[in-house]
């Protein structure tokens, strides 16, 4: 609850590239912002599933859960 994990990966890595920051919601859109190309968010299903989703289903073109 106090951090998330969020991975990148290129069409040009083997692996993601992962990084743990502070779990709030103005850091992940923040973070996914400063991405460009196609951003698919992966949610952990919890709780706050379809809050997250609705939070920034206008920020990435797919998510899933």
């Given at each position: 609850?106090k951090?998330?994990?969020?991975?990148?990966?290129t069409a040009?890595?083997?692996?993601?590239?992962?990084?743990?920051?502070?779990?709030?919601?103005?850091?992940?859109?923040?973070?996914?912002?400063?991405?460009?190309?196609?951003?698919?968010?992966?949610?952990?299903?919890?709780?706050?599933?379809h809050w997250?989703?609705?939070?920034?289903?206008?920020i990435?073109?797919?998510?899933?859960?």
């Amino acid at each position: 609850m106090k951090t998330m994990a969020l991975a990148r990966m290129t069409a040009h890595q083997a692996t993601p590239k992962v990084i743990e920051r502070p779990a709030e919601l103005q850091e992940l859109k923040a973070f996914l912002l400063t991405l460009r190309g196609r951003k698919v968010l992966a949610i952990e299903e919890t709780t706050s599933t379809h809050w997250l989703y609705v939070e920034s289903h206008e920020i990435v073109e797919r998510s899933l859960s």
